[in-house]
Each structure stands twice: as C-alpha cells, then as structure tokens.
C-alpha cells in the first residue's frame, strides 16, 4: 500500500513569512500532484510535476519533485492570508491503466494579518 | 456553469436512514469518482466509475452504493445509515487517466451528519 506523508501537519505564520511544507512516501510516483483546499470547499489543484528534479513556479508558489521521484515540497514567499487552506499532495503510481490517486493527509496553513 | 455539483450541500439524519447525494459533472469527462473527507480531513477514495463502469471500489461497506445513470452523473446511495459515516463526501471527475490525465476536479462536497 503507498503512502503519502505530509509535514507540518499544522502551521501558522505571520504575513510576508516564507514556508516550506513537504510530502514525502516510500514510493515511487509517475506524478505528483498538490491541492489547495479552503474550507467549505473541494479541493482544486495547483499543479502537477512529473519529472525528477522538477521545479515549477507558480507565482510565489514554488514546487519541486525529488529526484527519485518519491517527494516533493511546496515553498510558499511572502505569505499572505488568501494561501491559509489546506494543502493536499496526491500521488499517481501510473501502474494500471485507471490510476488511483493517493492523498496524503494534508498541511492546514493558517496566514495571519 | 458549474463544474462539478453536488446535492444537497448539508444532510443531516438518524441512524439506521437511508440517504442518497447525487453529483453531476458537466465536463464531458470519462472518470468519476466517490471520495470521504474525515474530520481529521484526510481525503480517501471510495469508488471510480469510467463511462458507467465501475473501476475502483475501496473495501467500502456494501451500505453504500454508487449508481451512474451516464457518464455525467454518478449518485451514492447509502442504507442503514451509522454514526461513523458522518463525514464530508466529495465527487470528483477526471478526463483520461489512462492517458494520464487525472487532474482531479472536486464538487463542493455534502457534509453528511448522522444522529
């Protein structure tokens, strides 16, 4: 069964602070994908990373995939209180054709003004 | 123009109830899905339908029961509603994950609360 860790499990930080959360697993993905979930709401993603080493900046978003393909970390610059959600990785292992997505269980950040 | 909807948003109930959501998606995707979000907020899934067909079914109780109609819609239906189901409950759908392509996109999700 795969796993996907996350950490920290909780954070809260002030605005303009940079945070790095992290996911981690035993195994290896064909792709990773992170969510950013506010309350009330589903789930909706932020971006996918395929490749080892991978980086991808979305605006002060960056998202790196390890090179072995078994975790990735999300950097957050200068954060400010529309990033408080919940940030979700999820993993495709890419073994079967119907691919099940695995969700880690989430890094809840909380922005303070 | 809603994406992927859900009904109804709020479901509250007695034990032993039988309750269906429905979910709709007006995406033209292949690939839904069932998931359940804890109050610890961990996100698991429970079926995959592909065009109609079932895919995935995780060791879910046979209580519940996925039913889609077409390809546009897969609705849950759960009997003998107990107290450890209480949760929030998302569909999602998915273009080609085959190809892979599995973005998932999520309804708003039903907060089911059982008494």
New interface residues.
């Given amino acids: 069964t795969q796993l996907l860790e996350q950490s920290p499990q909780f954070l809260s930080i002030q605005e303009g602070e940079n945070l790095t959360v992290y996911c981690n697993s035993s195994s290896v993905f ?2 990773l ?1 992170w ?1 950013r ?1 506010e309350p ?6 932020l971006v ?1 990373v395929v490749t080892g080493g991978e980086v991808k900046k979305l605006k002060r978003l960056t998202f790196q995939f390890g090179d072995a393909r078994k975790d990735s970390s999300l950097h957050i610059t200068a954060a400010q209180p529309g990033d408080t959600g ?1 940030y ?1 990785c ?1 993993g ?1 292992d ?1 073994k079967t ?7 880690g ?2 890094t ?1 950040l909380s922005v303070i003004p | 123009d809603t994406a992927v909807s859900q009904t109804p948003k709020y479901l509250v109930t007695q034990m032993g109830n039988d309750k269906s959501i429905k979910c709709e998606q007006n995406l033209g995707h292949d690939t839904m899905y069932w998931y359940k979000q804890d109050s610890k907020k961990f996100l698991k899934i429970m079926f995959s339908y592909n065009n109609k067909e079932l895919i995935i079914n995780e060791t879910v109780p046979n209580r519940f029961s996925p039913k889609s109609p077409d390809k546009a819609h897969l609705n849950l239906h759960i009997n003998s509603l107990e107290l450890g189901d209480s949760a929030v409950y998302f569909c999602a759908s998915s273009q080609d994950p085959a190809s892979g392509d599995n973005e998932q996109f999520f309804g708003p999700g039903t907060r089911l609360t059982v008494l």
């Fill in positions: 064909s792709s994908q969510y979930q009330g709401e589903g789930p909706v993603l996918t919940l979700l999820a495709d890419g054709s119907y691919d099940k997505v695995i969700f269980p989430g809840s």
